[in-house]
């Protein structure tokens, strides 16, 4: 139901910072929103999320201190702000979103709507 497209990934040099971009169809209240990874052959896994109800955010311990992700609601996009970038950071990044009211967490169950996915690619 909630259409979300990712963009901002690309090549980038280790120690670079880069921000990616998740623009959604409509971002409701009381709604978890997050950005997850996923390398080849792994399952997804979190990187940070926000709750829509009150902005409450909440980073994966590989990621604290790394990344940011803010909410624009002129936009109607998800922001996430990435950091001294390693060679570790490549994946392909994932916006997802929840249903109204849901317990946010990083398991990929909690989301119903997830986006096509941007590549991420940290050379050094």
């Known amino acids: 139901q909630v259409q979300l497209v990712e963009s901002g990934g690309g090549s980038v040099q280790a120690g670079g910072s880069l921000r990616l971009s998740c623009t959604a169809s409509?971002?409701?209240?009381?709604?978890?929103m997050a950005w997850f990874r996923q390398v080849p052959g792994r399952e997804r896994e979190g990187v940070a999320l926000?709750?829509?109800?009150?902005?409450?955010?909440y980073f994966a311990v590989p990621y604290r201190g790394r990344v940011t992700i803010t909410r624009d609601k002129v936009k109607n996009a998800i922001n996430l702000e990435m950091k001294t970038l390693t060679a570790e950071d490549t994946a392909m990044y994932f916006c997802?979103?929840?249903?109204?009211?849901?317990?946010?967490?990083?398991?990929?169950?909690?989301?119903?709507?997830w986006g096509q996915g941007t590549q991420v690619t940290v050379s050094t």
């Open positions: 997802a979103a929840s249903l109204v009211r849901a317990y946010c967490t990083f398991d990929t169950e909690t989301y119903t709507s």
């Open positions: 409509q971002i409701r209240r009381d709604t978890c």
């Open positions: 926000i709750y829509t109800g009150n902005d409450m955010t």
